[in-house]
């Protein structure tokens, strides 16, 4: 049995990754000590599983499909920048997503409760998308940052979610290190 990090996200495309690094150029201040999530690794969170017995993912990567096979795709889109826990104390910035229908709330229930029983320990946080940019360390002028942050204006994007993705994290000095364990798609109707 080997522990490993895990959790479940959608992936973002390609334009809306550039979009958003090419967005934080203007706030990026080299003093400040901010990981930003590097281009290839913004996502956003579905589930955070934490640590996963490595000897259980094929066996539980096919409850999951199985969940996920059971909706079709689905669209979201792109809101507003936000800080987590709030702009007195920020240690997460991201920009929120919101879905257009019912599919995603119905398609989270049924996978937390399957997740659940497969034994995982989720948050019990009501789940709120989004797609994390950078973690807070220190910010030499915060004020001035975050009201800089809180009124960049974001593009509304509009996208299909048809894949879930089945992560593996590993902790670096340089920020987590993201490799793809399993993907699974949604059930656009064919074969």
Do not use: C
Request: no cysteine; hydrophobic share 35%.
């Amino acid at each position: 049995m080997s522990e490993i990090r895990t959790f479940l996200a959608f992936p973002i495309p390609k334009e809306i990754k550039g979009y958003f690094k090419n967005m934080l150029v203007p706030i990026i201040d080299k003093q400040d000590k901010i990981n930003w999530v590097k281009r290839e690794n913004i996502h956003i969170t579905l589930n955070y599983l934490g640590e996963t017995d490595s000897d259980n993912i094929e066996e539980h990567a096919k409850h999951i499909e199985a969940v996920v096979h059971e909706f079709p795709p689905f669209r979201l889109g792109t809101t507003d920048t936000g800080i987590y826990p709030h702009a007195n104390a920020p240690r997460v910035l991201w920009v929120g997503s919101s879905p257009y229908d019912l599919t995603l709330s119905s398609f989270k229930q049924k996978l937390d409760t399957k997740l659940a029983h497969l034994g995982y320990t989720l948050d019990k946080r009501q789940f709120q998308p989004h797609i994390t940019l950078a973690r807070v360390k220190t910010i030499s002028r915060k004020s001035s940052f975050i009201h800089k942050f809180l009124t960049a204006e974001v593009r509304e994007f509009d996208f299909e979610v048809d894949t879930v993705l089945w992560m593996k994290s590993t902790l670096t000095p340089s920020g987590a290190e993201y490799e793809e364990l399993k993907s699974f798609k949604f059930n656009s109707g064919g074969q």
